[in-house]
């Protein structure tokens, strides 16, 4: 049954944990070009086995690398799609945290040819996984929507798409030839995190897409339409989840606001087999929107924060996943961790142990819950 022979299981988390420090300290001598790129390789290479044992050893079904590869959760993806190049617009991004206000400019994207797959993004770091992991490898990946998302039209070069009808079907189209082809490399468990879809739901981040030329009350059903057409030839027995994220950096965030504005149309239509939802704190919302989830999609519930290290306590996880069954049948539900521990190379503001600590729980609970 899905959630626990099949993904999403019922102890599952997000994807990215912190990076170990012999690891920040390698990447930095690579950027600096003291380190061969073969060493830098190797110790990653070490860090992610390191990694997948420690996630098996607490228990979790479903692994991933740690994306210990990559910088940022979702540039070093889109940055290798034909026709994209990497711009610095100075478009400052304000992330919020109980102290105040991060403000942070990070590199940007600009749509200058044809999109394409040149080749299959991650598919090398996806078979080394594969092939140190026992438990199920997980490979997390930017929807299509973040290719978009920042920049709007004025992002994408109107020289190469005068309709923008146009850029859509390319876009789709390099989603579904890499989903081919990381199905050929024997790929069953795909995440496709999406910040977009739940930013939406602020009425700030709608009012921001409207500034920039776009439809900030609809965009949400153009992304689903983008995001189906790109799943619609996926290979059989792959499972393909979203995780959705109001910002996650350096334990601040940028969205408020429960999902409401977009639960009908995104858990009735979206084509995925489950979502990752951030319900760690207020911000969230509740969860009457589950109201919508359909027969046979899962729920991960994200009710254990990756922005402190303070250990939840596990009677309070059980109340919040009783509350979310009045709305959604336990059985479709599963739980994990909010988001991922360091979206970006820089890490959230907590430990190595209190990381531990937290997936640990994470286990422990749904042994409880569901046996």
């Not at 994807?15 to 790129?37: F, N």
């Not at 393909?240 to 995104?266: P, Q």
Request: aromatic share 8%; net charge negative.
């Amino acid at each position: 049954m899905t959630g626990d022979k099949k993904p999403p299981f019922r102890a599952d988390h997000v994807g990215s944990l912190l990076r170990p420090r012999d690891l920040l300290r390698a990447r930095d001598e690579r950027m600096t070009g003291s380190l061969p790129a073969s060493e830098l390789r190797a110790i990653e290479d070490k860090a992610i086995r390191d990694a997948v044992k420690l996630q098996e050893d607490i228990g979790l079904q479903g692994v991933t690398d740690g994306e210990f590869r990559r910088g940022s959760w979702h540039m070093d993806f889109l940055y290798q799609v034909g026709g994209v190049t990497k711009t610095q617009d100075n478009l400052k991004v304000q992330f919020r945290n109980e102290e105040g206000v991060i403000e942070f400019t990070p590199a940007a994207l600009r749509v200058s040819g044809r999109l394409k797959l040149e080749t299959c993004i991650f598919g090398d770091d996806f078979q080394f996984l594969k092939s140190v992991a026992s438990a199920t490898p997980k490979l997390t990946i930017p929807s299509p929507s973040m290719m978009h998302y920042r920049g709007g039209r004025a992002a994408i070069d109107a020289s190469v798409y005068p309709d923008i009808e146009q850029f859509w079907a390319d876009l789709a189209q390099v989603y579904a030839d890499e989903v081919a082809a990381l199905g050929k490399l024997g790929c069953s468990y795909l995440q496709l995190d999406d910040t977009s879809l739940a930013y939406l739901n602020d009425p700030a981040q709608r009012q921001h897409i409207a500034e920039l030329g776009g439809n900030g009350e609809q965009q949400h059903l153009t992304y689903i339409r983008l995001i189906n057409t790109a799943l619609a030839a996926r290979p059989p027995g792959m499972t393909v989840c979203t995780h959705m994220c109001r910002g996650n950096f350096r334990s601040s965030w940028v969205a408020s606001g429960g999902y409401d504005h977009v639960a009908e149309a995104l858990f009735g239509q979206l084509a995925v087999d489950g979502f990752f939802l951030e319900y760690d704190d207020a911000r969230s919302g509740g969860f009457e929107p589950l109201r919508f989830v359909p027969k046979g999609k899962m729920v991960v519930l994200g009710l254990v924060t990756t922005k402190k290290g303070a250990l939840e306590k596990k009677d309070d996880l059980k109340r919040r996943i009783d509350a979310a069954a009045k709305y959604v049948p336990l059985e479709q539900i599963c739980l994990s961790p909010q988001c991922g521990f360091s979206s970006t190379v820089d890490g959230n503001a907590l430990t190595l142990d209190e990381q531990i600590a937290k997936l640990r729980l994470v286990v422990d609970t749904a042994r409880d819950v569901w046996g």
